[in-house]
């Protein structure tokens, strides 16, 4: 049996924070969303696996945001087409093609609804709790608000929302530590997924890879970059002599060192020019948000230290720490040759990609100033093609999904 490595409980902490940087309204939302799905799913006898299935769609039904311009509240069908290759076969989230799927049920009284009862019901019930989600107000009491949100929410019986869903939710609106919870700490719903080691380090990679693409599929020009970063990375790892175990993590932690970045405009992420200092001091703080992220998940101990520190420079001018050789972990090290290695390698709204050679002298210039390992750095150089050639296959793949899923959106 394969060793356990981290907790489903943990990760969707990790998810839920990083989704609810997408849009910053609603900090709480997706904590939110899922907290009444919750409820509404006990209300209506779902069993407790179900129940904590729901906690999970809602903390992610929206993927497919990171791809759809901003400034629309869409609808469920759209965002689920917007999240399909997003989601790609991830085990743990399969809520997406659930939604699609549900979203072709347009009635009560249409044969697919009652085909797909149970992945509609649930599409339903998330469509519900996130309408109810942003009608809440951080500046009133939460019960001041019940009367007329439910007001609101009934108003969709038929128009919007089907009425079962409708009728279920005023069952438990009259609950009314329901909204206090809901108001002041809806985090509490993930304290109802298990808690222990219960996923293994190579569903943790999947996931990781999936969250990959939440942060980079904001911007074409960031498209593969962590897959780019976390197989460079890996590849080095293997020439250092690192364990298998070791790799694995290496893989991990290069595919969330950038989650921070969902922090981040995407305006300040295409600029076409220089930043001015308050940008760059907004591109700095991304780095302390991955450490905020990854800093308390259990296992993630040294994936946490090298995903947040890939930024500090041996001659103390990094970030976000200004961290100096001798105080910046190898993982962490190596990680930064990557991303450098990786981000010269492609093409970004302010420059074109550069070839061979213009890397090699941006890594050998690193050295000079004293900023990356020299040693790592030749290691880099040595094995170039190698590592080249394995980044260049996977950033294809993950180019091609990326593609896909903005097509699926303008069909």
């Known amino acids: 049996m394969e060793n356990k490595f981290t907790s489903k409980r943990s990760v969707a902490k990790v998810l839920a924070n990083a989704m609810n940087l997408l849009d910053e309204k609603y900090p709480m939302h997706h904590e939110q969303t899922a907290y009444l799905a919750y409820r509404m799913a006990a209300e209506l006898g779902y069993d407790e696996n179900d129940r904590k299935e729901i906690i999970w769609d809602s903390l992610m039904y929206d993927v497919g945001l990171v ?6 509240d869409y609808s469920f069908r759209e965002l689920s087409v917007a999240g399909l290759n997003i989601v790609g076969d991830v085990k743990q989230i399969q809520f997406v093609r659930r939604m699609f799927l549900a979203g072709q049920a347009d009635s009560e009284g249409d044969p697919a609804y009652e085909i797909l009862s149970k992945e509609a019901r649930f599409a339903e019930i998330i469509d519900l709790s996130r309408k109810v989600s942003k009608l809440l107000k951080y500046s009133d009491a939460a019960l ?11 108003s969709m019986a038929g128009n919007g929302l089907h009425s079962w869903v409708v009728e279920c939710f005023l069952r438990v609106a009259k609950t009314e530590y329901i909204w206090m919870d809901l108001l002041h700490q809806p985090e509490v719903v993930l304290t109802y997924i298990p808690g222990g080691m219960d996923i293994s380090i190579d569903e943790t990679i999947e996931l990781a890879r999936f969250m990959s693409r939440v ?4 911007s074409s020009y960031t498209a593969a970059h962590s897959v780019g970063v976390a197989v460079s990375a890996v590849r080095l790892a293997e020439i250092m002599g690192m364990s298998a175990d070791e790799c694995k993590m290496m893989a991990i932690a290069g595919y969330l060192h950038d989650i921070g970045k969902l922090k981040v405009p995407k305006d300040i992420l295409e600029k076409g020019e220089k930043l001015t200092d308050e940008e760059f001091n907004v591109v700095k703080e991304y780095a302390y948000y991955t450490y905020l992220f990854l800093k308390d998940i259990p296992g993630f101990e040294q994936i946490g230290s090298w995903a947040a520190l890939h930024h500090e420079k041996l001659n103390g001018y990094g970030y976000p720490f200004g961290l100096k050789m001798g105080e910046i972990p190898m993982g962490a090290q190596i990680l930064g040759v990557a991303d450098i290695f990786s981000a010269v390698a492609e093409v970004r709204a302010y420059r074109q990609s550069m070839a061979k050679e213009g890397v090699m002298k941006t890594l050998a210039d690193s050295i000079e100033k004293g900023a990356l390992s020299g040693y790592i750095v030749e290691l880099m150089l040595t094995n170039f093609d190698d590592i080249f050639s394995k980044r260049d296959e996977e950033v294809r793949k993950e180019s091609a999904r990326y593609t896909a899923s903005i097509l699926d959106t303008e069909e």
């Not at 791809?67 to 629309?72: E, R, Y």
């Not at 001041?144 to 009934?154: A, G, L, P, T």
């Not at 942060?215 to 904001?218: A, C, L, N, V």
């Open 215 to 218: 942060i980079d599929f904001r």
């Open 144 to 154: 001041n608000q019940v009367e007329d949100i439910c007001e609101s929410i009934s």
């Open 67 to 72: 791809i759809l311009p901003d400034g629309k």
